[in-house]
């Protein structure tokens, strides 16, 4: 088998399409070398070799080494250097480089092969002694942090108490004689940490970071991130072993990483950092603040130091060149790392770059423009779920602001909450439901989880490529970075800038979009959406087959919903409209009634309140359909609960509170999901259906005439499981609706159909068919149903669950395909074949679920429905899904 592929002098054996086998980074160095870009030479051991090593008792194949070995003297030739050789050594890096982007959370080591002899050799060779010392104290702090597993700060904290007592400031301050001294120091902490010497072999040092990086995709913030990402195990990573390029060789190198557009607000120009006299690692972790790329942004940020563009102009012309020919080749932003060593510039990463779902769409939708892509592709770009980012408020600008600080603005969208200072507090924070910001110096991959669990992320330190602002933009988190005002005291746990003083609790307000930091938590604004967004959800809206409705219970949720482009109301839940207290006293009574006399005294005062809705919804929706399910939850939600709500509301019905708890005991179930609710109360009790349906078809008939557009109200009974039901309930709409006819001379043009969330429903739906004029599945009670669980009841079980790899995903965010799906898949097969054409939606959470949305486009269904801000998502969704 071949486990490792070359790349290098303009040439390479791998390629960009070859990503699951040599990992994203390795087959885009490949493909950067077979376009003739400056790449340092290299291989990538393969993603193969990844899974061999964890089958086999994390070993290796028998011919690893003879592959690596020659690949290795390969790269020797182009270089003219040896690995290993005192004389004139070649040193390495060793990259781990997954399929999917992982920033950060896998291991890298640089600058291996240095030892007391050959850091001596590359002193002489380049003549400069303090880069070769730099780099060997670089090599001993990366490998033993990675390979050895000692700790980084150990480090850190030889150094700082070295420059302290040297009075230095910044890590160039040190000349040669400084860094052979600490190299001596670094080593000796190694030998006092571990027992032995720092390894001098450069055989050994190969083998153990190959080793380390494999090791590496099992650790636990990789775990982790590949949980929330979705990212199998069974991938595996790839490694690269690359020569060296050095970015700290004086004033003529530098290292950096650049956007080819601006990633967020997608707009068109090289975006992005570098710093002079410095390796790779030197930027990610924000240890000194970078310079910008061009001179534009200098400008803009009022930097006081020197772009790249006018301190390295030739290099930035190469870069220029360079990411003029990526992005036309790759047809798509790229994210890209580069180092300069005396003069010249070399390529050492190129991806497709992390975006805000803003620069996705403006550059999804320039690229239109440029010729780069055609429409479809522009639709497929856009991640659906990554809409929702969008729909986040802003502050208000009118709102009264007290600064803070103010830092980069790293991730747009502005977020609120109470400060907290360490991940466990802001998952400890989000338990409780309390909103938070999570305010670090920087963040490291460690601190991933309560990054997610906060509402917004602050960091003293770090720049726009920063771990922080990075992850954050990847989930739309509003981020500030950065802030170097900002104290932060984890011990004391408080923050201190410009004289004040926050502590843990406190609430304060970040603006991802300006960069400020506010005191307290400050008004915001709904959003606003931008053009490419309308842009591209017309060129969405013309692939897609899926009609997109919405969840909708009142006339204001109606209109947001039409704003966002939905297509009608797939569910109106008519139990909401009850729970006012004047409607809710009626209710009550009705309920309370002693026979059906009663109840039908109570609905009367019932029926003004429920027209009055319809005839607002009818209204808001102009013509468009409105699906209105009846009345769906058990009764007893509709009684007071505790000894002081029955003492109440016996005051307002005059019941006595013994009777009333009396009633509340008789109504009591012991398990109501599946109890006396949706259409078994209307089959009981018929009056409460005919009432619904009076105030359904006065409605129509009123809203008809004052828009004069003709209302097509589709009645819903729920939770039918036979045909019968649904014939008792259906008898007594149809009835209603000839009274309703003569009684206003007017038509009504009405549909009576079911929700189909009963297993027995979706087998048995050739016979319901017969009588319901159009189905949709509620999906949120069929999954409860199908799999037998309660959905308010899973949390106890469903994180084992899917740790344990019993579920991928939960099945009510996700809609079960094997499962639910096939229940879904039969309902309407038999279904349609009693009645062709039969109209099918989704109603329930899954409808605002890209990858079920996806689903229903595949099973033939003519709608979803979901809750109005998702109507966005669902119709990318459902384009993509017809792409
Ligand atoms: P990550 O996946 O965390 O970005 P990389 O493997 O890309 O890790 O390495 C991080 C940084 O190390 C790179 O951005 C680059 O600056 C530096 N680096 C890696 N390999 C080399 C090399 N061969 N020469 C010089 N610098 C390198
Ligand atoms: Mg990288
Ligand atoms: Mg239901």
Request: proline share 4%; hydrophobic share 40%; charged share 25%.
């Amino acid at each position: 088998t071949k486990w490792v592929y070359s790349f290098g002098d303009g040439k390479a054996e791998g390629e960009a399409g070859m990503r699951n086998l040599l990992g994203g980074k390795g087959a885009n160095l490949a493909e950067m070398s077979n376009l003739g870009l400056p790449v340092p030479p290299g291989f990538t051991v393969t993603t193969e070799v990844c899974t061999h090593f964890y089958a086999h008792e994390r070993t290796y194949p028998d011919d690893l080494k003879d592959q690596v070995r020659g690949a290795l003297a390969e790269v020797g030739r182009i270089t003219g250097k040896r690995f290993g050789d005192a004389q004139n050594p070649l040193l390495v890096s060793v990259r781990s480089g997954a399929r999917a982007s992982m920033p950060g959370m896998m291991d890298t080591v640089l600058n291996l092969g240095l030892n007391d002899e050959t850091v001596e050799a590359v002193a002489k060779a380049s003549g400069d002694r303090r880069f070769a010392y730099d780099s060997y104290r670089r090599f001993i702090t990366m490998y033993s942090n990675v390979v050895l597993g000692l700790e980084h700060h150990e480090f850190e904290e030889a150094l700082d108490l070295y420059k302290d007592r040297k009075g230095y400031s910044l890590d160039t301050d040190l000349d040669a004689d400084d860094w052979v001294k600490l190299v001596g120091t670094y080593k000796t902490i190694v030998e006092t940490g571990l027992g032995r010497a720092f390894p001098q072999d450069p055989e050994e040092q190969l083998w153990g970071a190959v080793g380390a990086v494999f090791e590496s995709w099992m650790n636990d913030r990789a775990i982790t991130y590949r949980e929330l990402h979705d990212i199998p195990a069974s991938w595996g990573t790839a490694v690269n072993v690359q020569s060296m390029v050095f970015g700290n060789r004086g004033d003529t190198s530098a290292t950096g990483v650049a956007f080819t557009r601006n990633p967020s607000t997608g707009e068109r120009a090289l975006y992005g950092e570098f710093l002079i006299n410095a390796q790779g690692e030197d930027v990610v972790a924000g240890i000194r603040t970078p310079q910008d790329i061009t001179e534009a942004a200098a400008r803009a940020s009022g930097s006081d130091k020197p772009s790249m563009e006018k301190a390295m102009p030739d290099s930035y012309a190469e870069l220029v060149r360079i990411y003029g020919l990526l992005e036309k080749h790759y047809r798509d932003m790229q994210d890209m790392e580069f180092t300069v060593e005396e003069g010249k510039l070399w390529m050492l990463q190129t991806r497709s770059g992390k975006r805000t779902v803003k620069a996705a769409l403006r550059i999804a939708v320039e690229m239109v423009a440029e010729g780069l892509i055609s429409e479809d592709e522009a639709v497929s770009r856009v991640d659906p779920a990554a809409l929702d980012q969008l729909l986040h408020p802003t502050i208000d600008p009118d709102a009264e602001r007290t600064l803070l600080t103010k830092g980069l603005p790293a991730s747009p969208g502005a977020a609120a909450g109470e400060v907290v200072f360490s991940s466990e507090e802001a998952e400890k924070a989000k338990k409780d439901g309390r909103p938070c910001i999570l305010v670090r110096v920087e963040t490291s991959p460690e601190d991933i989880k309560g990054m997610l669990a906060a509402e917004g992320i602050l960091t003293a330190r770090g720049g726009m490529t920063s771990h922080a602002a990075v992850v954050a933009r990847g989930w739309g988190k509003p981020c500030v970075s950065g802030a170097g005002t900002l104290r932060v005291d984890y011990a004391k746990r408080v923050a201190v800038a410009g004289g004040k003083t926050v502590k843990a609790g406190d609430f304060i307000t970040i603006d991802g979009g300006t960069g400020q930091v506010l005191l307290g938590a400050v008004g915001m604004r709904p959003p606003e959406l931008s053009g490419e967004f309308s842009t591209l959800m017309t060129w969405a809206d013309r692939v897609r087959r899926l009609k997109v409705r919405t969840n909708a219970d009142t006339a204001t949720d109606a209109k947001a919903a039409r704003d966002f482009g939905a297509e009608g109301i797939g569910l109106c839940r008519t139990e909401h409209m009850f729970f006012e207290p004047a409607r809710l006293v009626a209710m009550r009574e009705m309920i309370l009634a002693e026979d059906e006399k009663g109840r039908r005294a109570a609905l009367a005062k019932l029926l003004p309140f429920q027209r009055q809705d319809f005839v607002e919804l009818f209204t808001v929706m102009k013509g468009l359909p409105v699906t209105i399910r009846l009345l769906d939850p058990p009764l007893h939600e509709f009684l007071p609960q505790g000894d002081k709500d029955i003492a109440e509301v016996a005051a307002q019905t005059g019941l006595s509170p013994e009777n009333l708890r009396r009633r509340a005991a008789e109504l009591h179930e012991h398990n109501p999901m599946l109890g006396f609710r949706g259409c078994r109360l209307a089959v009981a009790y018929p009056e409460i259906a005919e009432m619904q349906a009076r105030a359904i078809f006065e409605a129509a008939v009123e809203a008809g005439k004052a828009t004069g557009e003709a209302v097509q109200p589709e009645i819903m009974v729920p939770l039918v499981m036979t045909k019968r039901e649904l014939d008792i309930v259906k008898g007594r709409i149809d009835a209603m609706a000839k009274a309703v006819t003569e009684e206003t001379a007017a038509t009504i043009d009405y549909q009576v159909g079911t929700m189909i969330e009963l297993p027995r429903a979706a087998l048995r739906a050739g016979e319901i068919a017969e009588s319901a004029e159009f189905f949709s599945f509620g999906t949120n009670d069929l999954t409860q149903t199908a799999l037998g669980i309660s959905r308010d009841d899973a949390g106890t079980f469903l994180d084992i669950y899917r740790k344990k790899g019993v579920f991928e995903t939960d099945p009510f965010m996700s809609l079960d395909r094997e499962g639910v799906g096939e229940l879904v898949s039969i309902g309407i097969e038999r279904g349609r074949k009693t009645r062709a054409g039969l109209k099918v939606g989704i109603c329930g959470e899954h409808g605002g679920d890209p990858a079920s949305v996806v689903f229903c486009h595949g099973a033939g269904l003519d709608y979803v429905s979901c809750s109005p801000f998702r109507v966005p998502i669902a119709r990318l969704a459902a384009a993509q899904a017809a792409l």
